[in-house]
């Protein structure tokens, strides 16, 4: 058994496999897209890696060619309509695309009286419009290939709850949950599935001092497991809703949060 396969029930294998399929991942020059774009490498993709910053994106394309894949590059500025068509234009001429990954966000935290308009402007524009002009463009691809496609939204958790002084983030965040099942519900007729993704508190080297905090560690104390999530404990959902093992998932929003959601209040 590989390590994209799993038994189902009936004994037969799942792939997760993910050989012949382009899949593009935006925000992918740090953080979870870089670790996305790796995991979609290894499950067999071929990755087109987007980002405002091609330097940092040639980083990237070095690290997931030393894998042995097949990766391209798109220079992209998600929230810019001109620089989103013309990124489809570079996709559309390297072949046909079967997954989106809309990962690209930022988020501003300050208490709500200090955010400025332009602050507000740029977290929305960011994480909700960026994703909607991705996915619009991606669907119009996909549509007419005769193949299933498959987008999903890096959502959060905090799209779901909130946390003080993130009411931009927040409300990016709940938005895409629901683009994503108004999407999912119109894009059902193409086979084009949409989905969240929505991670808890994942550790990594920009949070770990934070998480080292006492202030830190008072947070993870109220999550059910009583620790944070590791980046590779959001592979197998990643790749649960970008693969054929998840033909029937669509409008879910994937909370994996170490049961942070379902915590007391």
């Known amino acids: ?11 037969r ?5 993910l050989s012949g399929r382009t899949a593009v991942v935006t925000g992918a020059s740090s953080g979870l897209g870089r670790h996305f774009a790796a995991v979609l490498a290894r499950a067999g993709a071929k990755v087109i890696i987007g980002a405002r910053r091609l330097e940092k994106l040639e980083e990237v394309r070095e690290e997931i060619a030393a894998l042995g894949a097949d990766v391209g590059v798109v220079q992209v500025d ?5 620089s989103v068509e013309q990124a489809f234009r570079d996709i559309s001429a390297a072949g046909g695309l079967d997954i989106l990954v809309n990962n690209a966000g930022v988020t501003v935290t300050k208490p709500a009286l200090d955010v ?5 402007d740029q977290v ?9 002009l991705m996915s619009q463009a991606a669907a119009h691809a ?6 299933a496609g498959a987008i999903v939204n890096i959502a959060s958790i905090l799209g779901q709850r909130v946390a003080g002084q993130l009411v931009a983030y927040t409300a990016s965040k709940a938005a895409l949950i629901q683009m994503s099942k108004a999407l999912a519900l119109e894009f059902a007729r193409f086979g084009i599935r949409v989905n969240a993704l ?16 006492e202030a830190g560690q008072a947070l993870v104390r109220r999550i059910p497991q009583r620790r944070l999530g590791r980046l590779e404990e959001l592979d197998g959902p990643l790749l649960l809703l970008c693969s054929d093992a998840g033909s029937y998932i669509t409008g879910a929003a994937l909370a994996v949060d170490g049961g942070h959601l379902v915590s007391s209040l």
């Open 1 to 11: 058994m590989s390590s994209h396969d799993s038994a189902s029930s009936d004994g």
């Open 124 to 132: 929305l524009d960011t994480n909700l419009k960026g994703a909607f």
């Open 142 to 147: 996909m549509k007419g290939q005769g193949r």
């Open 116 to 120: 400025t308009e332009q602050e507000w």
């Open 13 to 17: 294998l799942v792939d997760f496999g």
């Open 198 to 213: 929505c991670p808890g508190y994942v550790e990594t080297d920009l949070n770990h001092g934070f998480f080292a905090s």
């Open 78 to 82: 998600v929230a810019d309509p001109a």
